[in-house]
């Protein structure tokens, strides 16, 4: 059973509230939105596959309508608890971990905005718009949150990055936007996600280096450590064009992050839950800047290097849909 200090992430509902109940829409774990984050960054990986490698243009297109489909599904379904069950809702939203999750509608949205731009510029804007407007509302309400004090250093936990993430996620799909403010907006979102990414990955590496370990269901959300820097060179060569000397230091910082965590969260001792998929956006992230990476500076390492994180991340999130679905169909998937 968890404890205040340790929040169960694949409930994502307060320790203060019951473990075990029967299986419902009240139970639904708002951490599940980030399975649209990754398969929406994957089907955008493959999408830039397809133009650089030559892979087949369907694939990309298929992940990217599967992906809408799940979100579709999610959205309705978290609707249906935010209706029936009020108190579930706000309980999570207080959480100081899971509350952090809801920044994962967040990028799930911006990211279907940019698998939806080649069908309907109009309804990209208005998702882009919707996710931009709701990235700068979170981003208030985190900071506010942590300057009110007192917070148990305990809970820094890596999901506390994932607002700061979402707000860089503003520029990475905002850059191409066609309206004359969008410039500014990116810039804003820019700064904003950079300063708020960094002071957060600050709190959260100390309490990992000053602490006790990260408990089992948590230990997945360990690669959102790669968001900051994968997600930052590709807001930052989206804005200033170009792969110059400070993108190469995100990209290989980013790459080294991730060599350094994978083989702490890719264990078999570390069990399935929903919370898994907190991995599959920052490996999306790291795919997709390999591959911009690659397409820039050219050579065979890395291109390899970045074929290999491809199909890293195709089998991880296959793995994770298989698995998922199978937690929905025994019924654990809602069960408290």
Known sequence: MSSPSTPRLSSAVPPALPLKHPPGVRHLPVNLFASVMGLSGLALAWRQAAGQFG?????????????????????????????????????????PVAGNFFATIVIALLLLSAVLQPYGGAVAVAVWTLGAVAAFVLSGVVMSRLLRGAIDAKLAVPAWVIPGVATLDIAVTGAQMPMPWAAELNWAAMALGTVIALVLLVLVLSRLVHHEPLV???????????????????????????????????????????????????????????????IGFPLAA???????????RGGWPLQAIALALLAFLTVVLAVLTVRTLRFAIDGRLLAG
Request: glycine share 6%.
């Open 286 to 296: 790291l795919s997709n800047a390999a591959l911009h990476y690659a397409a820039v």
């Open 55 to 95: 892979a087949p243009p369907v694939i990309g297109e298929a992940i990217g309508a599967f992906a809408l489909i799940v979100f579709g599904v999610l959205a309705l379904a978290y609707l249906a608890k935010l209706a029936w069950h009020p108190d579930a809702v706000a309980a999570e939203f207080r959480h």
């Open 216 to 278: 089992g269901a948590m230990v997945p959300s360990l690669l959102v450590l790669v968001g900051p820097f994968a997600v930052g060179f590709l807001a930052y060569t989206a804005m200033t064009g170009a792969v110059d000397r400070f993108a190469s230091m995100l990209f290989y910082f980013a790459l080294f992050i991730f060599l350094v965590l994978a083989p702490k969260v890719f264990r078999r001792d570390v069990p399935f839950a929903p919370a898994w998929w907190a």
